[in-house]
């Protein structure tokens, strides 16, 4: 039974920083993500890692945002700067098991997600 479970949310000032944690079953994970929805608006992809530690942004957190995991794969990581406004929205762990980042269009798990307000 694959669990994600997230933390590290709260609320911010714009120029803050926060850092997310995603806690995961001991598995071994093609890909692992970070998403975001925000109000009225769809889910989003903000950064994705491979099983390698190759990774992949969203346009508007480039140089922002950092994913990273640690070895174990039982941990993923979203080091958020210089946060804005726009960052607003539950962020989401996903991750997948079958296929490497750009070959996944489907995550097959999913944590609850956690709050990130900025103002």
């Known amino acids: 039974h694959v669990q994600l479970v997230e933390s590290g949310g709260g609320s911010v000032q714009a120029g803050g920083s926060l850092r997310l944690s995603c806690t995961a079953s001991?598995?071994?994970?093609?890909?692992m993500a970070w998403f975001r929805q925000a109000p009225g608006k769809e889910r989003e992809e903000v950064a994705t890692?491979?099983?390698?530690?190759?990774?992949t942004y969203e346009d508007s957190v480039k140089g922002r945002f950092t994913i990273s995991k640690d070895n174990g794969n039982e941990r993923l990581y979203l080091q958020m700067n210089s946060l804005k406004p726009e960052d607003t929205g539950m962020y989401y762990c996903?991750?997948?098991?079958?296929?490497?980042?750009?070959?996944?269009?489907?995550?097959?798990?999913w944590g609850q997600g956690t709050q990130v307000t900025v103002s």
């Open positions: 996903a991750a997948d098991v079958r296929y490497e980042c750009a070959m996944t269009i489907v995550y097959s798990y």
């Open positions: 001991r598995y071994t994970y093609s890909c």
């Open positions: 890692i491979d099983s390698d530690g190759t990774t």
